[in-house]
Structures are given as C-alpha cells and as structure tokens.
C-alpha cells in the first residue's frame, strides 16, 4: 500500500497537522529579516524570549509500519527494520533567525529556521507576546515554496497556563480544529539536562485522520521534548519522539565541549534556580531518579 507523506514539522508548527549545517534560505520578496530592517525583538522575558541565533537541536526517531511505503526522503536516512516497522533516526535543528514580515502580515513575526539532517525544510513564524506563544504560519525552502499563513494564528502556550486549562484553534481549514490541554507540570529528563516542564496534549480529528500530539514545553528554553502519533488513512500508524540534545544561546557561541551545561530545575516566574553538569553526564539522572519522561500520549485519560 502505498502512502504519500509530508515531512513531519516540528511539533509548533500547528499548521501542517502541528509541531527541524543550519542555513537560513535564501530571502525572497515575502519576508524582510531584521538584519535589514530596525525591527523589535519579539519575546516575553521569563516565559519564551527566543534571540537571533539561539539553536535547539533534537535527537528524533520516527517509526513507520511495515505495510507503508517510505517516502524518499525517509528512505535516504538508514532505516532500521524492527519487527513492528521502520524505525528512523535523525536530527532536527531549529535556529531563530529573528523577526520577520511577511507581505500577508501586520506585524513583524518571529523566525525561526527548521533543517532535518542538514536539509533545510523552510521556516515557522511566530507571534510571542504576553498573551503567549501563536502559531502564525509556515514558508516552505525556496523561492517557489507556498507561504501558509494564519491570520488569527493557533495559541500554543501562555504565561499563566495551568493544569487543567483547555482551548481549541484552528487553521486554514475551520473544520480542522485542535484541542489543547495542559495535563501536569512535571521535571523531565533528556539529553540537554533536567527541566521543570510543562505538558501540553493536542488532539485533532478530521475525517479519516487523527493526531495525537504531546509537547514539554520548559520557561526561558521552549520545546524540551514532543510524541507524536498521527493516524492516517486504512488507519495507519506514524509514531515520532524527539528529545533536546542541545541548547545554544548566542552567548554560547562557539560552544566548549567541556564547558558545563545549564540544567533548568525550577521555572518560578520569579527566578530560575540552576545547576550544572557536564554534558558527558547530562543524560544521568540524580541517584535515585528517573530518567526521561516515558508518558504516551496514546495513554492519557486526562
């Protein structure tokens, strides 16, 4: 049976069933950076104030069942075959290049760069203002790609959101709507470090296919840690994880591989409480501790 798939987005980019060497494309007549133009950084100083050059990459595996034919692009990177399917490594890199305008815009957006494996796939636009973080848009590499771009936008997080809190957005398509619910605040382990995070599950339905996504969002760092499981047509199942590997703030450029790793244990409004590992060690858990975070979102009730 044969399947035609979109590379998977970044699990921010709610447009394209939801949320990567870095290079920036080239700049068409769309966009104005703010390299070129005097433009304010967007950002909200203590919940998400992403800066020109700060980088996230993600350790992503994608398992893909047997019967489904793999894309080329999946094909190139190695495959291993297990028992259940295709499972698929790479790594995903999201730099911020700063703010943005695009001609179908009011305002200036924030950018942010997404490559997979070095290939750059185009670029996620952002509003970030003290009434949270919004999903704006999409501008796919290249000169020719489309622009999709969301006027009202999809909220994906908000300074004040608690467990328990629920909203719903929706993109081009009003039918195709996402629900959102903020499930617990917990400290979650991944290759970068430790982090108090907190977990947002969405969930969209429409026709014959579904999405089940869950995201770890941490205060001042973004996106720690996201699974996805998206049902498509026959009812076949895509299953992808991805984890921070590596955080860089411009500050930190070019990084010491023997420098020590900020590890976040506290997102208080008020003040960030840290400590230090080196990254040889960031992967191991304080004695007595679990590692990682190994909630499936096929399994919440909440």
Known sequence: MKTSRRPIRPPVAMTAALLLAVGCGKQDDRTRNSSDHETPRQGLEGFFDPRPGETWKYKVQREIPLEVELSEEDATRRPERTESGH???FERVRTCTGTTKPKSADRTLTSIDITENGV???REL???SSDGIFSKGWIGAGDAAPEEFLERGIAL???KMQPGDTWKGSGRDPSRQFFFRVIERTTVSVPAGRFLATRIQVT???DDRSLTRTIWFANKVGIIKEETVAYGSQRTRVRERSELVHW??????PPDPDSPVPVVTSNSSAELDQETVRPDDADSPPEGEEAGDDSDPDDDDD
């Open 204 to 206: 969209m339905d429409h």
């Open 120 to 122: 750059h796939l185009g």
């Open 157 to 159: 997080a908000n300074p």
């Open 87 to 89: 499972l698929i490594t």
């Open 248 to 253: 860089r703030t411009p500050g930190d450029f």
């Open 126 to 128: 952002y509003d970030i």
